[in-house]
């Protein structure tokens, strides 16, 4: 399977986070892409850059005005003070139900606060480089579906799927995943359909789609009524307008076994078929690994060779987007689980 990789995704690096009221170091850290891209040359994989500027599907992605402000986020928080490159700036304030988000404050955290959905994604000087480099990636993928490779792999950091058309959240910045699909649509594919396998629900890729019927988005996750992202990702949203009875979500209950999992995974592939999908892209988020720090399901490393199988039986063209997982050195084995998986049944 081509895999695409940048070294810069190595650029975004913050120090530390806060997780249940405590600063920490960040479980989103360069070396998780580092074991994966380490695993696969071991496993015979090659390894290609990204050859296609994503910059004019992130525009139809992502609005225009929360685009320009990440991209000078570091280079404003600097103009405030040269000190401030050896600090992170976080959100403190947030525009919440009856405050006003359409006019953008002059104020630089007033600004943060806007386009963030949370305090847990932490900036740092090579944040914008690192995850244009992802988006970058999943463009390519699509690309190379459209000239009729069958499957790709997308080794990018940080993550997306948190990341809605204007704001950032749970690590995620760009959403690859939403700039494949719509990559995918651009290219000819009809109909594509986005199953989101990460443990937190996919909420920003939901939002970007959620009343359209050309892409379908299909998440199993943590029930929100216990798990991140908490306010999204319930059993009743099933789209609305034109996208109503395009969106599917299968949460489960933090704690789940395997077994739960894959059979809310057939459902969710059932799904996926029905919907006559001509391209599938998956947010592969392998947070469900029962030694994750940060998750609570119980998939085991084979598991994730069965997970391959199945998708690949869908006879799908497939772009991986990888997501969370935080078992940074197992993720690597886990992420070449999937892809040996799927190579195996195609």
């Known amino acids: 399977m081509i895999t695409l990789f940048s070294d810069q995704h190595a650029l975004h690096a913050p120090a530390f986070e806060f997780f249940r009221g405590e600063r920490v170091p960040c ?47 570091w280079d404003d928080w600097l103009s405030l003070d040269p000190g401030n490159a050896a600090r992170q700036p976080f959100p403190s304030v947030w525009p919440v139900r009856s ?56 080794c990018s950091r940080p993550p997306g799927h948190h990341a809605g058309a204007d704001f950032m959240g749970g690590y995620c910045f760009l959403n690859n995943a939403a700039v494949a699909a719509q990559a995918l649509r651009q290219g000819g594919a009809d109909r594509v359909a986005v199953l989101d396998v990460d443990y937190h629900h996919g909420n920003g890729t939901q939002s970007i789609f959620y009343d359209r019927a050309d892409v379908f988005f299909v998440s ?23 996208g109503l009875g395009f969106n599917l979500n299968l949460p489960l209950p933090a704690g789940a076994p395997a077994s739960a999992w894959f059979e809310a995974l057939e459902q969710a592939c059932r799904r996926i078929t029905r919907h006559g999908a001509q391209a599938l892209v998956v947010s592969l988020g392998l947070d469900t690994f029962a030694d994750d720090p940060i998750s609570t399901f119980a998939l085991q490393a084979a598991d994730f060779g069965r997970l391959g199988r199945r998708l690949a039986a869908l006879g799908v063209p497939t772009v991986f987007v990888l997501e969370g997982g935080y078992a940074a050195e197992a993720l690597g084995s886990n992420a070449v689980q999937v892809i040996d998986g799927f190579e195996q049944e195609t």
């Open 27 to 73: 479980f989103e850290t360069p070396a998780r892409a580092t074991f994966v891209q380490q695993r696969l040359l071991q496993h015979g994989h090659v390894l290609r850059e990204p050859h296609v500027d994503s910059r004019a599907v992130l525009g139809q992605v992502h609005s225009a005005r929360y685009l320009a402000f990440l991209e000078h986020a």
């Open 99 to 154: 405050l006003r988000s359409d006019v953008e404050p002059a104020n630089f955290t007033a600004r943060l606060g806007l386009y963030s959905m949370d305090n847990g994604s932490p900036l740092s000087a090579g944040t914008w480089t690192a995850a244009k480099a992802g988006a970058d990636a999943a463009a390519s993928a699509a690309a190379l579906i459209g000239e009729g490779v069958g499957a790709v792999f997308c």
């Open 220 to 242: 199993l996750h943590g029930d929100p009524l216990t798990e991140y992202p908490f306010y999204l990702g319930h059993a009743d949203e099933a789209g609305e307008g034109a």
